[in-house]
């Protein structure tokens, strides 16, 4: 079967530090990853998604690195803030509308 | 930006009762999906609808759970008698596109259904 997993249940940075965030999946069938943000008392909210044939992908302060080697994702937020406060999963798929296997998510926690 | 909407977003409902949980997915998705969140854990794959029939269902999905789309807007999921183990956050997703584009799923808010 296929698992996602997560390294660090929790993560607090300061305002302005760069956040590294990290997944580890396991089946090396999936084809497509992808980064959610999850606020409290909203549901998942997209943020960068990369293809297996990529193995970066940049968005608006935020990069997602792929080792396919290592079956390892990580998401890079650039100068966080406080608003990047929230849980972030890490999910991956075969396609983009075949089922999501979501990681237990990281708690990222930003001080002021 | 156009989004996915649920409702209700809390739902009580006695044990063994039914329950209806709507949503609206993006007007030109084609893909739809139900996933399910109990209290700290991960977000769990349910069903997904495609051409107005489940395409793949997870083994949580057992014969107590059905989906609808019983108009060109709204996609329903059914629990026909409700258990404790129920309780959880439910998520409506959608996504656009063929059955091999690689374009991400969108979710709504979820709806809290409550089992007492």
């Known amino acids: 079967g296929e698992s996602v997993g997560l390294h660090l249940p929790t993560l607090s940075v300061q305002e302005g530090d760069n956040s590294i965030i990290n997944c580890a999946y396991s089946n090396s069938a999936s084809d497509y990853f992808i980064w959610y943000k999850q606020e409290s008392g909203k549901g998942p909210q997209f943020i960068i998604d990369i293809r297996s044939n990529m193995d970066k992908r940049q968005g608006q302060r935020v990069t997602v690195l792929l080792n396919k080697t290592v079956k390892h994702l990580s998401l890079q937020i650039a100068a966080t803030q406080p608003g990047d406060s929230a849980v972030y999963f890490c999910?991956?798929?075969?396609?983009?509308?075949?089922?999501?296997?979501f990681g237990k998510g990281t708690r990222l926690s930003v001080i002021a | 930006e156009p989004e996915v909407t649920q409702t209700p977003s809390h739902q009580v409902t006695q044990m063994g009762q039914e329950v209806i949980l709507r949503c609206v997915p993006i007007s030109n998705h084609l893909y739809f999906y139900w996933y399910r969140q109990i209290l700290g854990q991960k977000v769990e794959f349910l069903v997904s609808?495609?051409?107005?029939?489940?395409?793949?269902k997870s083994e949580i999905f057992d014969d107590q759970f059905s989906v609808e789309r019983p108009d060109g807007s709204n996609f329903t999921l059914k629990i026909r008698s409700t258990k404790l183990e129920d309780s959880a956050m439910y998520f409506c997703a959608s996504s656009p596109g063929t059955p091999l584009s690689l374009q991400p799923q969108h979710f709504g808010d979820g709806t809290r259904l409550s089992i007492l």
């Open positions: 609808f495609y051409n107005n029939e489940i395409s793949e």
């Open positions: 999910a991956c798929s075969w396609t983009g509308n075949t089922p999501l296997v």
